[in-house]
Every structure is written in structure tokens, then in C-alpha cells.
């Protein structure tokens, strides 16, 4: 693992290595290795920890109890996990994240976060920064999910993404059926839209 590289994600910005160092290692048995497909955590789980993925990428997905899967999000390393569910009154991941290719996680307990947080108030600012900007995102994708009609969706998704992935991954992240996904892409290449 690079420490130089985790200075520059936007929660240790400001910090030394050192200072990094002490919070990745505070922990005997802290790295956990995870291979891709592994749960790294399961809805309604309890969140008790945060991790600091310093290798790999993750994504969230929402499971309903009709089994229909909704992707959330896209995390790629360096970064953290669990930040917004462990302050939380109800601790409870609402999301299963999954490795979407080999990671490294460092876990922290709630208590050494706190007392890292107390001694380093550039790291509290930079943590409460990226709670407000994944509320913010949170909210986009709630108002992009619910208040736009699916081709709408599409089009702002293509926008955002040089390609687009695979027709059933596509329909999970956008919350919708294949068939329906299937409808409208027809009819954005039928409109010329998008190139067929």
C-alpha cells in the first residue's frame, strides 16, 4: 500500500503519512482481503466500523423483498466506506457492498475514529465534507430515479459515462427491467437519439 497515494484522497488531504499511518494501523488484524464478488458488508447489518479501501473498487446495491436490485453506487479506492452509516441512530447498512474486483480494507472502530477525529480537525472537516457531498449525491440520484422518465434517465447516464455497460447492469443501476431498458434504448436509436 502507498501512503502517498492515500494523501491524496479528499479524506486525508492535509495529513502526513505518519498521521495516516496511525490511524490505518491503530488496529491489530485491521486489513481484511476481499475478492471480487465477496460481501464486504450486508443490508441491515450493523455498522460498527468504517473502512479505508486502499486497493480495488466496491459497489452498492439495493435488494428489495421482491429480489429487484437497484446499484447505487461505484466506489473505486482510494476511499471510505461506511462513513455515512456509522454516526447514524439506525447503524444499519441499507445497502449490501459488494467487491467489484479484489480490494483491501482497513477496518476502524467508532471509538479510535472519534479520538482520530479529535486530534485531527482537518481530517473531521474533510469526513463531514464527504457525508455532506454523499447526502447531495443521494438526493440527485432519488430525484434522477423518481422525478425522470426512463429515456431521460438514459441520456443523462450516457452524458456522465464514455460507454455503457452490460444491458442487465444498465438496468439495475437505472432501477428498471431489461425489457424496459431494452424499449427505450430502441426507441432513442429509432428517434436518432443515440447511434445505432
Do not use: W
Not at 429515456?151 to 428498471?176: F, I, T
Request: with cysteine.
Amino acid at each position: 500500500m502507498n501512503l502517498n497515494e492515500l494523501k491524496n484522497c479528499d479524506f486525508f488531504k492535509g495529513l502526513s503519512e505518519e498521521d495516516i499511518a496511525n490511524l490505518l494501523f491503530s488496529s491489530p488484524g485491521a486489513l481484511r482481503k476481499y475478492k471480487e464478488g465477496d460481501y464486504v458488508a450486508h443490508q441491515g447489518e450493523i455498522c460498527d466500523k468504517i473502512a479505508v479501501m486502499t486497493k480495488g473498487a466496491v459497489y452498492s446495491v439495493m435488494i428489495n423483498d421482491y429480489g429487484k436490485e437497484l446499484i447505487l453506487t461505484n466506489i473505486e479506492s482510494p476511499s471510505l466506506l461506511g462513513y455515512t452509516y456509522i454516526f447514524a441512530t439506525n447503524n444499519k447498512f441499507s445497502v449490501n457492498i459488494i467487491a467489484k474486483t479484489d480490494c483491501d480494507l482497513y477496518f476502524i472502530e467508532k471509538e479510535k475514529l472519534v479520538a482520530y477525529m479529535h486530534n485531527h480537525p482537518v481530517f473531521m472537516q474533510s469526513y463531514l465534507r464527504g457525508m455532506a457531498d454523499t447526502s447531495l449525491k443521494v438526493f440527485k440520484r432519488i430525484f434522477d430515479l423518481n422525478l425522470h422518465k426512463l429515456k431521460q434517465r438514459l441520456l443523462s447516464y450516457m452524458e456522465q459515462h464514455d460507454e455503457l455497460p452490460k444491458q442487465a447492469e444498465l438496468a439495475k443501476q437505472l432501477g428498471v427491467t431489461r425489457p424496459s431498458l431494452s424499449r427505450a434504448l430502441a426507441e432513442l436509436k429509432r428517434d436518432g437519439l443515440i447511434p445505432k
